[in-house]
């Protein structure tokens, strides 16, 4: 796989991750499962800028 297509995955990856988040708080769902889903997608999106960036050094 390709730096290009890892950052394009990671970026699918934290998009739904943030999907998900969202449909749980919209469906007003237990606290502990939101807190579990936003750590989820904060890690997703670090991940992504993470390999974003390592992307634009080169």
């Keep these: 796989m390709t ?6 995955l990671a970026e699918l990856q ?3 991750a ?3 988040y969202l449909a749980a708080f ?5 606290p ?3 807190d579990s889903l936003e750590t989820e997608a904060l890690i997703a999106r ?5 390999l974003r ?4 050094g080169h």
């Design 14 to 16: 934290a998009d739904m």
């Design 3 to 8: 730096l290009e297509q890892s950052i394009d």
């Design 32 to 34: 502990e499962t939101l």
């Design 18 to 20: 943030f999907d998900a």
């Design 53 to 56: 960036n390592q992307g634009l």
């Design 26 to 30: 919209d469906e007003d769902a237990h």
């Design 46 to 50: 670090s991940h992504y800028d993470d």
